[in-house]
C-alpha cells in the first residue's frame, strides 16, 4: 500500500510564496504521473499541475507562470512551488500518484489560505 504525506501549506498574505512537499511511502517510477489539485469549499477538485510519466508538464491555466511542479524520484518526493500566491489560490490542496498500472493514490490534503 503506497502512502502519500504532504507537508508545507499554511496562512500567507497576497504575493508571497510557498511549497508543498508530497513523499511516498514506496517508490515512485519514472514512468508514474504525479500531480497537485486543489479543492475550494463548494467546488470540485480541480488539477493544478501534471507531470505525466514521459516529463510533459501541464498547468491549470490560472496558476501557469507562477507555480512550478518538480518531482524527485530518488527522494519519492513531488513539489509545488507557489509564487505570487493570490486570495483566489486558497483551497485544500491534495498530491496525486497515478501509477502506470493504473492504481491511483492521494496525499491526506494541506490547507493553503491566501490574505488579500
Known amino acids: 500500500q503506497t502512502h502519500l504525506v504532504q507537508s508545507g501549506g499554511g496562512l500567507i498574505q497576497a504575493g508571497g510564496s510557498l511549497t508543498l512537499a508530497c513523499v511516498s511511502s514506496?517508490?515512485?517510477?519514472?514512468?508514474?504521473?504525479v500531480a497537485w489539485y486543489r479543492q475550494a469549499p463548494g467546488s470540485q477538485r480541480d488539477l493544478v499541475a501534471r507531470i505525466s510519466g514521459g516529463g510533459r508538464t501541464d498547468y491549470l491555466d490560472a496558476v501557469k507562470g507562477r507555480f512550478t511542479i518538480s518531482r524527485d524520484d530518488a527522494k519519492n518526493t513531488v513539489y509545488l512551488q507557489m509564487n505570487s500566491l493570490k486570495p483566489e489560490d486558497t483551497a485544500t490542496y491534495y498530491c496525486n500518484l497515478n501509477r502506470w498500472s493504473g492504481a491511483t493514490h492521494w496525499g491526506q490534503g494541506t490547507q493553503v489560505t491566501v490574505s488579500s
Open positions: 514506496r517508490s515512485i517510477n519514472s514512468i508514474d504521473s
